[in-house]
Protein backbone atom coordinates (compact mmCIF):
# COMPACT_ATOMS: atom_id res chain seq x y z
CA UNK A 1 0.00 0.00 0.00
CA UNK A 2 2.93 2.02 0.75
CA UNK A 3 4.79 1.47 -2.28
CA UNK A 4 1.87 1.94 -4.39
CA UNK A 5 1.23 5.36 -3.09
CA UNK A 6 4.17 6.30 -3.12
CA UNK A 7 4.86 5.24 -6.47
CA UNK A 8 1.82 7.62 -7.90
CA UNK A 9 3.17 10.52 -6.97
CA UNK A 10 1.76 10.85 -3.17
CA UNK A 11 4.03 12.02 0.11
CA UNK A 12 3.55 9.24 2.45
CA UNK A 13 4.32 9.39 6.11
CA UNK A 14 3.96 5.98 7.66
CA UNK A 15 4.59 4.58 11.76
CA UNK A 16 5.66 1.13 12.54
CA UNK A 17 6.99 -0.08 15.11
CA UNK A 18 8.01 -3.95 14.27
CA UNK A 19 9.55 -6.25 12.19
CA UNK A 20 6.83 -6.33 9.62
CA UNK A 21 7.02 -2.33 9.34
CA UNK A 22 10.45 -2.24 8.31
CA UNK A 23 9.36 -2.67 4.18
CA UNK A 24 6.77 -0.02 4.58
CA UNK A 25 9.28 2.01 6.63
CA UNK A 26 11.81 2.13 3.91
CA UNK A 27 9.28 3.06 1.22
CA UNK A 28 7.68 5.74 3.49
CA UNK A 29 8.58 9.49 2.20
CA UNK A 30 8.58 9.63 6.17
CA UNK A 31 9.10 7.30 8.11
CA UNK A 32 8.15 7.29 12.38
CA UNK A 33 9.20 4.66 14.90
CA UNK A 34 9.28 4.33 19.13
CA UNK A 35 12.23 3.95 21.02
CA UNK A 36 10.59 0.63 22.02
CA UNK A 37 10.35 -0.14 18.94
CA UNK A 38 12.23 -3.11 17.11
CA UNK A 39 15.77 -2.39 16.44
CA UNK A 40 15.21 -2.81 12.38
CA UNK A 41 12.24 -0.47 12.26
CA UNK A 42 14.26 2.18 14.99
CA UNK A 43 17.23 1.77 12.07
CA UNK A 44 14.88 2.00 8.93
CA UNK A 45 12.93 4.92 10.33
CA UNK A 46 13.78 8.82 9.94
CA UNK A 47 12.01 9.74 13.21
CA UNK A 48 12.89 7.85 16.29
CA UNK A 49 10.30 9.47 19.00
CA UNK A 50 11.50 8.49 22.12
CA UNK A 51 8.08 8.17 23.80
CA UNK A 52 5.55 5.75 22.56
CA UNK A 53 3.28 8.69 21.94
CA UNK A 54 2.69 10.57 18.83
CA UNK A 55 1.85 13.81 20.30
CA UNK A 56 5.93 13.91 20.21
CA UNK A 57 5.99 14.10 16.19
CA UNK A 58 4.43 17.67 16.81
CA UNK A 59 6.77 18.54 18.89
CA UNK A 60 9.83 17.10 16.62
CA UNK A 61 8.31 19.29 13.39
CA UNK A 62 8.22 22.11 16.07
CA UNK A 63 12.25 21.68 16.74
CA UNK A 64 12.99 21.10 12.87
CA UNK A 65 11.62 24.12 12.13
CA UNK A 66 13.66 25.90 14.58
CA UNK A 67 16.92 24.35 13.35
CA UNK A 68 15.92 25.35 9.85
CA UNK A 69 15.42 28.85 10.50
CA UNK A 70 18.68 28.94 12.29
CA UNK A 71 20.52 27.55 9.66
CA UNK A 72 18.53 30.34 7.14
CA UNK A 73 19.67 33.21 9.66
CA UNK A 74 23.14 31.95 9.83
CA UNK A 75 23.71 31.59 6.15
CA UNK A 76 22.39 35.48 6.10
CA UNK A 77 24.95 35.90 8.59
CA UNK A 78 27.78 35.04 7.15
CA UNK A 79 26.44 35.05 3.47
CA UNK A 80 25.90 39.44 3.73
CA UNK A 81 28.81 40.82 4.94
CA UNK A 82 31.19 38.40 3.17
CA UNK A 83 29.42 39.44 0.09
CA UNK A 84 29.76 43.10 0.98
CA UNK A 85 33.22 42.47 1.94
CA UNK A 86 34.14 41.06 -1.20
CA UNK A 87 32.41 44.02 -3.52
CA UNK A 88 34.14 46.05 -1.21
CA UNK A 89 37.47 44.51 -1.83
CA UNK A 90 36.76 44.37 -6.10
CA UNK A 91 35.03 48.81 -6.13
CA UNK A 92 37.77 49.61 -3.10
CA UNK A 93 40.73 48.85 -1.45
CA UNK A 94 39.20 47.11 1.34
CA UNK A 95 42.40 46.93 4.35
CA UNK A 96 43.29 42.64 4.31
CA UNK A 97 42.78 43.09 7.81
CA UNK A 98 39.40 44.43 7.90
CA UNK A 99 38.22 41.36 5.56
CA UNK A 100 39.46 39.07 7.76
CA UNK A 101 37.78 40.51 10.46
CA UNK A 102 34.54 40.88 8.98
CA UNK A 103 34.77 37.17 7.60
CA UNK A 104 35.72 35.50 11.03
CA UNK A 105 33.19 38.31 12.80
CA UNK A 106 30.51 36.74 10.74
CA UNK A 107 31.62 32.84 11.38
CA UNK A 108 31.71 33.82 15.26
CA UNK A 109 28.43 35.04 15.47
CA UNK A 110 26.54 32.34 13.65
CA UNK A 111 28.11 29.62 16.15
CA UNK A 112 26.45 31.90 18.22
CA UNK A 113 23.27 32.13 17.03
CA UNK A 114 23.53 28.44 16.33
CA UNK A 115 23.65 28.03 20.61
CA UNK A 116 20.46 30.00 20.84
CA UNK A 117 18.28 26.65 21.44
CA UNK A 118 20.69 25.70 24.34
CA UNK A 119 20.03 28.98 26.13
CA UNK A 120 16.20 28.02 26.69
CA UNK A 121 12.53 27.75 24.81
CA UNK A 122 12.48 30.17 22.02
CA UNK A 123 9.20 29.18 20.34
CA UNK A 124 10.00 25.72 20.87
CA UNK A 125 8.90 24.39 24.82
CA UNK A 126 9.94 20.67 25.99
CA UNK A 127 7.31 18.45 26.47
CA UNK A 128 7.38 17.54 30.61
CA UNK A 129 4.03 16.15 30.37
CA UNK A 130 1.83 14.64 27.54
CA UNK A 131 -1.50 15.91 29.63
CA UNK A 132 -3.71 17.89 27.59
CA UNK A 133 -7.52 18.26 28.74
CA UNK A 134 -10.49 17.36 26.55
CA UNK A 135 -11.12 20.69 24.44
CA UNK A 136 -7.44 21.26 23.72
CA UNK A 137 -7.35 17.83 22.48
CA UNK A 138 -10.56 18.59 20.30
CA UNK A 139 -9.24 21.23 18.78
CA UNK A 140 -5.86 19.95 17.58
CA UNK A 141 -7.66 16.89 16.26
CA UNK A 142 -10.09 18.89 14.15
CA UNK A 143 -7.20 21.49 13.57
CA UNK A 144 -5.13 18.03 12.23
CA UNK A 145 -8.38 16.92 10.33
CA UNK A 146 -8.66 20.29 8.84
CA UNK A 147 -5.10 20.48 7.33
CA UNK A 148 -5.49 16.95 6.32
CA UNK A 149 -8.34 17.20 4.11
CA UNK A 150 -6.70 20.16 2.85
CA UNK A 151 -3.30 18.27 1.90
CA UNK A 152 -4.87 14.75 0.78
CA UNK A 153 -8.12 15.23 -0.77
CA UNK A 154 -10.05 11.65 -0.60
CA UNK A 155 -10.10 9.85 -3.39
CA UNK A 156 -12.96 6.96 -3.83
CA UNK A 157 -11.43 3.65 -3.32
CA UNK A 158 -13.63 0.66 -4.57
CA UNK A 159 -11.85 -2.49 -3.43
Known amino acids: MVKSLHDSGKTVAFCGDGINDSAALAYADVSISFAGATDIA ?3 ADVVLMEDDLRGLVHAINIAKQAMEIIWQNTAIVAVPNIGALLAGVLF ?12 GSAILAELNGLRPLLGPGGVTPLLSHSLDAQQLASEENRLQSHQDEAFPREKVYA
Open 93 to 104: ALDPVLAIVINN
Open 42 to 44: RET
